[in-house]
Structure formats: structure tokens, C-alpha cells
């Protein structure tokens, strides 16, 4: 009998040698192609001169364009830099104190006031209150007084601006406009005087704003023209003919300045100096085009070749001589006649379970010809009834039609499982396969769905991975219905998200001398509205298997740092997943988190687990590393389960150490464990870690880790998960805890 890749092999060779005739299409080329192509060719070249004009008159617009843009933009940043000047002026403690607590305008005069007299960044200073009145003001020319719209003009849609920005977001609003004063245009810019060191908001009738203006004039453009490398621009009363111009207007849409300049009209030069390069170029083209065509042509005799070529490539394996998935249900559909509408169909799935080490060991080519010797082996235990393709990496599919394929299958998966100790020789090497796991599927099918029985044994042979491998998983809807269940999951945990059903709890963690609360762990909570709370054990590992951990563990950051930033300086303690870590911007993230908060980075705490030291720890050292230096603190959690050991608080860089409730239960009852936890926390103590108990639910067991050493509590003997509210409640009855206990 034919093996499997002998049989693959042949019907490579036949399609070859099909390919392998001259192309029919050769008598029409002159015709259909060469005449056309000249023909287009002459009609390009006419056309590239009147093109070449049409380009050079759209170069001199572009150019004038991108004049009008560049300036518009240089005096945009001008104005935006000047805002922002004034967001760093206004935000000051020092300014806040001077201003607020004890006024002072000599400190004004001094800090704002001089600047504004030597200063490149803004020549004018002023400090309003919230009706544009003068409290104080300096500028390069001597005092200012009186009222900010006698001084400048939109003064009024500003501090409308101004005041609607506050509204929204807070002191820390800022404007920027350009205006008008006595000297011509103006750039101007307001921000609210305010601390920057957690100082109360400022109610709205004492509130100080503190106005930066830098003049508009020739020197000041000549400068900009020079940084950015503009056309020479200059403030005039009427642009002159043949320039290009642009007018300034205030915050209340007034014109206060018109600025001119000479454009330049780069296309006419590249007119004059391109079109005789432009004919050379068409002779080379034209040269180009013969080339072009006698290639062409002599690429059709290879089409035919080409064409089958691709046909066969599309459904047989390359590496293997196999068919395909794509090849195998195309001959399962030539074999089911379209009369007789359904047949019996049975596919059996085996995949080499030690198949992604041998590729690591040997390389791809090794793994392919382990296929093949593997694809014959079950070939001649099929007899040849069976048609064979590759149907993934480390997979071969056997498919069988009949009313006895079910039974014939079924029976060769036993062979097969039967040899798979064997070792697969392959040139001089004979090499251990390390099991097979095997998917069998057998239903009716018409041509039209020839593909489900495929698909369904793909679901039994992952089944047959899952469960351990090595073994054969007949297809049933249960297996089907699971896979379902596992992706309708992840859906709605997507959909939770959208729709804020997830939620943040706080269990306390308690320093045991003084019974104050120092610090909480935040935990998810999934209170899902349709079917009920769902527990994190269910919806954390389908979120990890979908990619969705990101999302929520990014939504656990930025939420327990929004809900307890405020709270004093309690500590923040976030588990971080695996598969966060594997993420090379969480640093960014927790970084940009803090600082929209504007939370110290240590209050917060990571919690990280072993699996992540285990399997990639120089990459763990370096984002330890990297989130320590930043000041946020890194607990190693879950310590006493796993890998469990001590040389990790020596390995990395923690900040403290989390015994787990299976280490610290029964801990009184128990001296092994006791004399283990009580060592742990000798080396913890040794390296400057700190030691936290987690799980603690009977007073025998927290009497004993405190006489051992631990001071940090965290568990049901001292309190529950809360909601952010009964957090805060139990904050504020401190002194009573502490008086009960």
C-alpha cells in the first residue's frame, strides 16, 4: 500500500508537470496589450507637460497655504506658551500664601512684578480679582491700574471663559487669547492663583487671577520667523498687494492687528528647472515600458506554471505533502454526491503533544518529518480507507465516509493510542512523541457542512488537551456548549465593564498594636445585573484567557486610587495578574494613574505572585526595579502557596512579604507551621521587609504571629471587605475599635 507522504508526493509531481506547458495567451499579447500600452504611453507624455504646469501653480498655493498655517501656528504657540507660563506662575504655594493668607504686594512686586520688567517670557503682570479689577500690576513700561478691560480689550470674554472653565475643571483652569492694549497686539494669558501642596479650594469672591501679557511687535516676528523658518512677517495697518496677510482678532472676535508677508512662489523655478529633466525621464520611461512588456510577455509562459502551483499550495502542506484543512474538506465534498444530500462523515483529530519540544529541540523541518512518519503510520493502520491532511501545527486529521467510518475510527484511535510510546524515526534519530491526544466527531453531513464534523473534532481534541492528554474525548454538545458558556463569559465580562457593573471592596489591614487602619487591598466585585454576583475565582481566569485581565486590572488601579487617595495616607494595596505584568507599559499606566490623582506613589502597594518570579524573573527584577525606584512598594502575595520559597525575598527587591491564610490557619495549633512561619519572618525581618498576615479569623492566631513579630492583620477577625462607605465609617469610629478591642 501507498504511504501517506508517498501518495502526497505523486500528486505534487502530476500537478507540476501540468504546470508546465506554454501559455495560450502569447497570440493576443501584440493586440490586446503592446498597441494599447504605446498608445497610453504618447498620451502620458502630453499630458505630463500640461501636468507639470498645473503642479507648479498648485506648489505656489500650497506654499502660501502652508505660510498662513505656519504663522497661525507660531502665534498660537506663542499664546499657549504664555498660558502656560501663567499656570506655573498662579500655581505656587508661596504665591498662594502671599496672596491669600497674608497679602503682599511687595512679594508681588518682586516675584512678578520683576520678571515682568526683564523677562523674554511676558513683559506685563496683573493680579484681578474676579471682576477684572486691578489689585496689583507691572509691566516693562511701569504700573498698572484701574480696570483689565480699560487695559486690554476682550477682557470680559476672558473672565467669562475663565469662569467657565473653573466650573469645570477646577482652580487649575487657564486661558489664553490674543488682544489689544495700547501698543498694539497683545498676547494674554489668566490663571486662578492657587497652592500647589493640597491647599482647600478658593471660594469664588476671594478668588486672585493672575494675568501675563507679552507685547506683539516686528522684532518679536523676526524672532518667531527665524525659529520656525517662516517668511519674514511684520504688523501693519493694510496688507500690501501681492502679499499674503492674516488678521489677529481678540477673545470678543475684534480685529486688533493685521500681519504681512512676502510668499514664495516655489513652483515656477521647479517649472523652469524640471520640464528638461521631465523629458529625460520619459525617454528612460519609455525605454523602461519596452523592458516592461518583453518581461511581461515572457512571463505568461510562466503562468500556467504559477497558477498550478498556487492551486496545489492552497490545499496541501508544504512541509508535509499533506492536505490541508482547505484541500481536505474540498475532497469530502467531491465524495458526497449532491443527489444523495447527507452521509455519514467521521473525522478523528490527533495532535502530538510533545510535538512543540521537538521544534524547539530539532527545528521545524525535524517536527514536519515526525508528521509524516507519523501521517504513514496511520495510514497503514487505516488500510488506505481513511483520508489524511494536516490540520494544524502539531495536528493530523484522518476523515472517513460511510456508515461504518463511526466504527472503523473509532477503533483505529485505540491503534493509535496504542503506539504512542513508540518512538518516530526520522533519518538516524528515533524520537519520543510524548503522548497523542485524540478528538473523535462522527455526524451526518451534506456538502455545505462537511466542515462542522471537523470543527466539532477540533473541540474533543482540545478537550483531550485540557484534561491531560494522551488519551481519546468523543465529541458530545456538552463539549460545545462549554466552550460557549467559557466565551459567552468573557462577552459579558466585556459587556460588565461597559456598563460599570464592576466594583471595588476594601478589606482593612490592621497595624495589631494600636488597632488603627493602615492601609486597605482592594478586591473586584462583579454584581452582575441580569444573573447576580459572580465571584472573582469564575470571572478573573476567563478574563486572563481573553485578554480582558488588562482592562480590569487597569479599572482596579484607577479606581482604588481615585476612592482612596483622599482617605488620609492609607496605604493602597492592588493585586496585579500575570498577565498585567507581562505587560511592558503597566509601569506607565500605574505612573499615569498617580498622577491624575495626584497620589504619592508610596501609598501605593502591587501585589505580585510567584508564578510571574518563576517564569520570567530577569524581566520581573527589571520592572520591580523600575516601580520601586518610582516609590511604589512591591508585596510578594499568596506567600505559602506555590513555589513557596524564601530565596525569592533574597532574589527581588519586595518591600514586604503577605503570609497566606493556608500558612497562618491553625498556626497555634500546629508548631511545624508555626516554627516555619516564625522563620520566615526572622529572614522577612533580616532583609527590612515588612510581614503582613492575611486571613486571620481566630484571636489564638493573632495573639501568636504578634508574639512572633508581625504587627500588620489583615482578615475576618478584624474586619470584612466594605464598601467605600462603611470604610469611611469605620475610619471615623477609630478611637472606638480601639477602645472595644
Known amino acids: 500500500m501507498a504511504a501517506a507522504s508517498t501518495l502526497a508526493k505523486a500528486i505534487k509531481a502530476r500537478h507540476l508537470k501540468e504546470a508546465d506547458r506554454p501559455a495560450s495567451a502569447l497570440a493576443g499579447f501584440t493586440l490586446w496589450i503592446a498597441l494599447p500600452t504605446l498608445a497610453v504611453y504618447v498620451g502620458v507624455c502630453a499630458l505630463v507637460v500640461v501636468a507639470m504646469h498645473l503642479m507648479s501653480s498648485e506648489m505656489n498655493a500650497i506654499d502660501s497655504d502652508r505660510g498662513q498655517k505656519a504663522i497661525a501656528a507660531a502665534v498660537d504657540s506663542l499664546v499657549v506658551g504664555l498660558g502656560e507660563s501663567a499656570a506655573d506662575e498662579a500655581t505656587w504655594t508661596e504665591a498662594y500664601i502671599n496672596t491669600y493668607v497674608e497679602p503682599n504686594p511687595a512679594w508681588h512686586d ?10 523674554d517670557t511676558y513683559d506685563t503682570a496683573i493680579l484681578t480679582d474676579v471682576d477684572g479689577k486691578i489689585v496689583f500690576g507691572e509691566s516693562a513700561r511701569g504700573p498698572v491700574s484701574g480696570s483689565l478691560a480699560d487695559a486690554f480689550s476682550g477682557a470680559a470674554e476672558l473672565l467669562a471663559e475663565l469662569e467657565s472653565e473653573i466650573s469645570h475643571s477646577g482652580d487649575g483652569a487657564t486661558v489664553a487669547h490674543l488682544s489689544r492694549n495700547s501698543r498694539g497686539a ?41 525659529r520656525f523658518e517662516l517668511p519674514l512677517p511684520r504688523l501693519v495697518r493694510v496688507p500690501q498687494d501681492g502679499h499674503d496677510s492674516m488678521v489677529l482678532k481678540d477673545a470678543a472676535g475684534a480685529d486688533i492687528a493685521t500681519i504681512d508677508w512676502s510668499p514664495r512662489r516655489p513652483g515656477d523655478p521647479a ?144 491503534k493509535i493510542l496504542e503506539t504512542a510510546s513508540d518512538p518516530v524515526p ?200 523600575q516601580l520601586r525606584h518610582a516609590g511604589v512598594l512591591i508585596a510578594l502575595d499568596d506567600f505559602g502557596t506555590g513555589y513557596s520559597s524564601i530565596g525569592y525575598l533574597k532574589q527581588f527587591s519586595f518591600d514586604r512579604v503577605k503570609l497566606d491564610r493556608s500558612l497562618v490557619a491553625d498556626i497555634d495549633e500546629d508548631p511545624v507551621q508555626a516554627a516555619l512561619v516564625e522563620s520566615t519572618m526572622v529572614y522577612a525581618f533580616a532583609m527590612g521587609l515588612a510581614v503582613t498576615a492575611e486571613g486571620v479569623e481566630r484571636r489564638e492566631e493573632a495573639a501568636l504571629l504578634s508574639r512572633l513579630g508581625c504587627r500588620e492583620f489583615q482578615g475576618y477577625l478584624f474586619a470584612r471587605p466594605l464598601r467605600l462607605a462603611q470604610l469611611e465609617r469605620l475610619i471615623g469610629v477609630e478611637p472606638e475599635l480601639r477602645a472595644a478591642s
Open 110 to 119: 518682586a516675584t512678578w512684578g520683576s520678571t515682568a520688567r526683564i523677562s
Open 271 to 414: 517649472f523652469a528647472h524640471t520640464i528638461t529633466v521631465a523629458v529625460m525621464v520619459m525617454l528612460v520611461i519609455g525605454v523602461l515600458v519596452f523592458l516592461v512588456l518583453a518581461a511581461f510577455r515572457h512571463s505568461i509562459k510562466l503562468r500556467a506554471v504559477a497558477d498550478e502551483r498556487d492551486w496545489f499550495n492552497a490545499r496541501y502542506d508544504p512541509a508535509t505533502g499533506l492536505r490541508n484543512r482547505f484541500g481536505l474538506e474540498e475532497h469530502l465534498k467531491s465524495l458526497i454526491p449532491k443527489k444523495r444530500g447527507e452521509r455519514s462523515v467521521t473525522a478523528l483529530q490527533v495532535y502530538v503533544d510533545g510535538l512543540p519540544d521537538i521544534v524547539g529541540l530539532y527545528g521545524r523541518e525535524t517536527a514536519a518529518q515526525v508528521l509524516v512518519s507519523l501521517a504513514e503510520r496511520f495510514a497503514d493502520m487505516s488500510g488506505g480507507s481513511a483520508t489524511l491532511a494536516r490540520i494544524g501545527p502539531a495536528e493530523i486529521g484522518l476523515v472517513e465516509i460511510g456508515e461504518t467510518s463511526a466504527i472503523d475510527l473509532g477503533a483505529l484511535a485505540e
Open 426 to 625: 526520522v533519518g538516524a534519530l528515533k524520537l519520543k512523541i510524548g503522548g497523542l491526544s485524540i478528538g473523535l466527531a462522527s455526524a451526518a453531513a451534506t456538502r455545505d457542512d462537511v466542515g462542522n464534523v471537523i470543527r466539532m473534532a477540533e473541540a474533543a481534541v482540545a478537550k483531550a488537551r485540557e484534561t491531560g492528554g494522551n488519551h481519546t474525548v468523543v465529541y458530545t454538545p456538552a463539549i460545545e456548549d462549554e466552550r460557549r458558556r467559557r466565551i459567552e463569559l468573557q462577552t459579558d465580562i466585556r459587556r460588565g465593564l461597559e456598563a460599570s457593573e464592576f466594583d471595588l471592596e476594601y478589606q482593612p489591614i490592621i497595624d495589631f498594636r494600636t488597632q488603627a487602619v493602615i492601609g486597605v487591598e482592594a478586591l473586584m466585585r462583579w454584581n452582575r445585573r441580569a444573573a447576580g454576583p459572580m465571584g472573582p475565582g469564575e470571572f478573573i481566569p476567563a478574563a486572563e484567557a481573553s485578554g480582558l485581565i488588562d482592562d480590569l486590572g487597569m479599572f482596579a488601579l484607577r479606581r482604588a486610587v481615585e476612592e482612596i487617595g483622599p482617605l488620609g495616607n492609607l496605604k493602597i494595596s492592588v493585586n496585579v495578574s500575570t498577565a498585567q505584568l507581562r505587560n511592558p507599559n503597566l509601569p506607565q499606566i500605574v505612573f499615569s494613574a498617580l498622577d491624575e490623582w495626584g497620589v504619592d506613589p508610596t501609598r501605593l502597594q502591587l501585589e505580585v505572585t510567584e508564578s510571574f518570579l518563576v517564569t520570567q524573573p530577569e524581566r520581573a527584577i527589571k520592572l520591580i526595579e
Open 186 to 226: 497683545v498676547a494674554l494669558a489668566a490663571a486662578v492663583v492657587r497652592g500647589n501642596s493640597g491647599q482647600a479650594g478658593i471660594p469664588r469672591e476671594h478668588r486672585r487671577i493672575l494675568w501675563l501679557a507679552k507685547q506683539l511687535d516686528d522684532e518679536m516676528l523676526r524672532g518667531v520667523a527665524a
